[in-house]
T-cell receptor, first 111, second 114 residues
Framework: DTGVSQDPRHKITKRGQNVTFRCDPI?????LYWYRQTLGQGPEFLTY????????KSRLLSDRFSAERPKGSFSTLEIQRTEQGDSAMYLC?????????FGPGTRLTVL | GESVGLHLPTLSVQEGDNSIINCAYS??????FIWYKQESGKGPQFIID?????DKRQGQRVTVLLNKTVKHLSLQIAATQPGDSAVYFC?????????????FGTGTRLTIIP
C-alpha cells in the first residue's frame, strides 16, 4: 500500500453515461498526476496538478474529460458521455519530489 | 515522438536465478529513470530509481544500471522469488521544472518458474 487511494476500484457503465473517479494522494504530497493505462501498455500521462492548480493536460484528455483538485488535496476525474474507447485503468499518482507513488487504479469498463 | 521501449515483452526465470530486464530510451535529455513493478489488477509499485549522473544503483535484491552512451537501462533482480512475477516498466522523466511527467514503455512480463 503506497498511501494513495482511489475510489471506486471498478466501474462498469453504459456508453453515454458520466462517471467520476476520486483520488486521495499521500497527504504531504503537493503534486498529483492522472494516467490512463490500457491492456498491455504502460501508463500514459493525462494531467497534473500542483496543489490546486492544473498545470498541464495531455492531448489524450478530450473535452469530455475534466479533472479537479479543489483544495489541493483529493482530486476527481470526470468523464462525460463515456465511449467504449474510454475503457481502461485510470491511475493516480502523487509526489512531493521526484518519485511518483501510484494508487491501485480505477478500472473502467464501458459497455 | 520520444518514447521508452523494452527489448523483450516476456521473460521466464527459474526461481532462485537472477533476472535482467532491459529497457532502451530514446531521449538523451532524460535525467531521471524509475523502475516500477505492476502486479495484476494493481497500480505500479516503485522499485528503484536512478539519476543520469549515476551509472549504477543498488537496492534490496535489485540493481539498476544506466548506460547513457547507448541510452540503455537495465533492472537486475537477484535470487528471484515467486513474488517477483509481475510486469516491469521502466519510465523516463524529462527535466521540466518540477513537472515530473513520466513516459512509460510497454513493460516486460517476468514469470518466475518454481
Amino acid at each position: 500500500d503506497t498511501g494513495v487511494s482511489q475510489d471506486p476500484r471498478h466501474k462498469i457503465t453504459k456508453r453515454g453515461q458520466n462517471v467520476t473517479f476520486r483520488c486521495d494522494p499521500i497527504s504531504e504530497h503537493n503534486r498529483l498526476y492522472w494516467y490512463r493505462q490500457t491492456l498491455g501498455q504502460g501508463p500514459e500521462f493525462l494531467t497534473y496538478f500542483q496543489n490546486e492548480a492544473q498545470l498541464e493536460k495531455s492531448r489524450l484528455l478530450s473535452d469530455r474529460f475534466s479533472a479537479e483538485r479543489p483544495k489541493g488535496s483529493f482530486s476527481t476525474l470526470e468523464i462525460q458521455r463515456t465511449e467504449q474507447g474510454d475503457s481502461a485503468m485510470y491511475l493516480c499518482a502523487s509526489t512531493s519530489a521526484d518519485t511518483q507513488y501510484f494508487g491501485p487504479g480505477t478500472r473502467l469498463t464501458v459497455l | 515522438g520520444e518514447s521508452v521501449g523494452l527489448h523483450l515483452p516476456t521473460l521466464s526465470v527459474q526461481e532462485g536465478d537472477n533476472s535482467i530486464i532491459n529497457c532502451a530510451y530514446s531521449n538523451s535529455a532524460s535525467d531521471y529513470f524509475i523502475w516500477y513493478k505492476q502486479e495484476s489488477g494493481k497500480g505500479p509499485q516503485f522499485i528503484i530509481d536512478i539519476r543520469s549522473n549515476m551509472d549504477k544503483r543498488q537496492g534490496q535484491r535489485v540493481t539498476v544500471l544506466l548506460n547513457k552512451t547507448v541510452k540503455h537501462l537495465s533492472l537486475q533482480i537477484a535470487a528471484t522469488q515467486p513474488g517477483d512475477s509481475a510486469v516491469y516498466f521502466c519510465a523516463e522523466d524529462l527535466p521540466n521544472f518540477g513537472n515530473e511527467k513520466l513516459t512509460f514503455g510497454t513493460g516486460t512480463r517476468l514469470t518466475i518458474i518454481p
